[in-house]
């Protein structure tokens, strides 16, 4: 569903067995889960389910409005709305950082100028981590082939920053012996914009792209290319 729905931040199900019924949600920390009802004996909470299902507005219920799927995708950016081109990569984990990475235009059709096409990077961030990668980047800006930030951003739901933490009050997460992850979206523009490794023309050009990444007098190792 998560891969199917770029613009879905969680989601809830219902689970029936043997006259019980649960609500279950999921995100990129993981699911919880309600308690089992009779369905007999409290069908009262089961309406008021169905009756959000129905009616309650979708980002309620998971949608992002940040990313607008409609004919020619849209995705935001603090103020600033960014025409998809392309997928780059998606992450197939439900927990954890979940990246989605896009190529983007800041208008359309996109064309070939390096000014107009960006890559915008979607992930949601553990907010235990001492350095963020837009902070590991402004370091390394002055460094020969390490992209540039143009723009950061933590997405925002409902006036507050979109956090996991939201859906997992802490009396409710109390009655869990473990943890929980606690993660921040966060969206980056990254200039400039290049094609993936997997597109290369030729064996010699994937070659290159790795020599590129050990010549030089710095060395920069990114772990998701490692």
Same mark, same amino acid.
């Given at each position: 569903?998560? $891969?199917?729905?770029?613009?879905?931040?969680?989601?809830?199900?219902?689970?029936?067995?043997?006259? +019980?019924?649960?609500?279950y949600m999921y995100d990129r920390a993981g699911g919880v889960y309600s308690r089992s009802y009779d369905l007999h004996e409290s069908p009262l909470p089961l309406l008021r389910i169905?009756?959000?299902?129905?009616?309650?507005?979708?980002?309620?219920?998971?949608m992002d409005d940040t990313f607008d799927c409609r004919l020619h995708p849209v995705i935001t950016v603090d103020a600033t709305q960014y025409f998809i081109i392309a997928k780059c990569f998606s992450s197939s984990v439900i927990r954890g950082r979940a990246t989605n990475v896009w190529f983007v235009a800041k208008s359309i059709p996109a064309?070939? $100028?390096?000014?107009?096409i960006f890559v915008v990077k979607d992930s949601?961030?553990?907010?235990?981590? +001492?350095?963020?990668?837009?902070?590991?980047?402004?370091a390394l800006k002055d460094v020969e082939c390490v992209p540039k930030v143009k723009e950061a951003w933590t997405?925002?739901?409902?006036?507050?920053?979109?956090?996991?933490s939201l859906r997992r009050p802490a009396a409710f997460?109390?009655?869990f012996q473990r943890p929980c992850?606690?993660?921040?979206?966060?969206?980056?523009?990254l200039t400039p914009a290049g094609r993936p490794i997997t597109h290369a023309?030729?064996?010699?050009?994937?070659?290159?792209?790795?020599?590129?990444?050990?010549i030089g007098k710095e060395f920069v190792f990114h772990f998701d290319v490692v």
């Open positions: 569903m998560f $891969d199917a729905q770029p613009n879905r931040a969680f989601s809830y199900s219902l689970s029936f067995h043997t006259g +019980q019924y649960r609500l169905l009756c959000a299902t129905a009616f309650a507005p979708a980002s309620w219920l998971g064309g070939s $100028d390096p000014n107009n949601w961030v553990n907010v235990e981590r +001492q350095l963020s990668e837009e902070q590991i980047l402004e997405v925002q739901r409902d006036g507050q920053d979109d956090s996991t997460m109390s009655h992850d606690h993660r921040t979206r966060r969206r980056l523009v023309a030729s064996p010699l050009e994937v070659v290159t792209c790795l020599l590129d990444l050990v």
